[in-house]
């Protein structure tokens, strides 16, 4: 069932550790067919190494096991809540990348300083708030995924142009149109979370970039005239 997804999860968790995006089991991925509404995710706990095509699970969009020995990610919930929410997303990504959980735990979202930045996220990229209390008692991981949504649909964000979020004394989640596009997004976050810090260090009260500039760079690339790469 769903091999060629299984297979581009399996790959996709497998560059998690080649990025540095994860220690030891700390993060995980996972992958939709939006046709049959069924999601493929890593299991629980299980190391990279010894992960296979054949020991990720396979669940439908309301968490039930389709497919699978294993017990799924503890992060399910929150994908699948991303999953109903946005339906433009194929793959969904979970790391503790430590540039990333750095703005996390410090509850601020990253400052879009310059074009790396503005070439991938248009805006800087959101902090979630915390879960209350009856929130976390109630059902942590999926309304983890509640307040991601909530939190762009109160700022108005198009999750297709700003493909990632990071959650307040936790982490990041990023995604994509497949499991792929969300690692690399998962990534670039990484990278534009370090370079941010890097932006204060140097300059504690450095302004984010001009709003033109922003614009120019992620419109190049993903504006209805991009110019930016290859034609196919």
């Excluded at 999601?39 to 299980?46: D, E, L, M, T």
């Excluded at 997303?89 to 410090?106: E, I, R, Y």
């Excluded at 370090?194 to 140097?202: F, G, N, P, Q, S």
């Excluded at 001009?210 to 196919?232: D, I």
């Amino acid at each position: 069932m769903l091999e060629q997804l299984k297979q581009a999860v399996y790959e996709a968790n497998l560059e998690l550790p080649r990025r540095g995006l994860v220690t030891y089991t700390w993060g995980n991925v996972s992958g939709i067919d939006r046709e049959r509404g069924l999601v493929v995710i890593k299991p629980s706990g299980v190391a990279y190494e010894d992960l296979t095509p054949e020991t990720l699970v396979v669940l439908d969009l309301e968490g039930r096991i389709v497919e699978g020995d294993l017990n799924p990610s503890s992060d399910t919930k929150t994908h699948l809540e991303l999953y109903r929410a946005f339906p433009a997303l194929g793959g969904v990504v979970h790391t503790h990348s430590p540039h990333a959980v750095g703005w996390a735990q410090a509850g601020r979202d990253i400052p879009c300083y310059g074009t790396t930045h503005a070439d991938y996220f248009h805006g800087p990229v959101p902090c979630a708030r915390h879960l209350t209390k009856e929130e976390l008692d109630e059902d942590y991981e999926k309304n983890t995924g509640r307040v991601i949504v909530e939190t762009f649909t109160q700022r108005g964000i198009d999750p297709v142009h700003l493909p990632a979020v990071i959650c307040h004394s936790h982490g990041p989640f990023a995604w994509g149109k497949d499991p792929a596009q969300a690692v690399y997004h998962a990534a670039v976050l990484e990278e534009v979370a370090k370079m941010a810090l890097y932006t204060r260090l140097v300059s504690p009260d450095a302004a984010p970039a001009p709003g033109y500039l922003v614009e120019k760079h992620f419109s190049r690339k993903h504006g209805p005239n991009a110019y930016y790469g290859q034609k196919n």
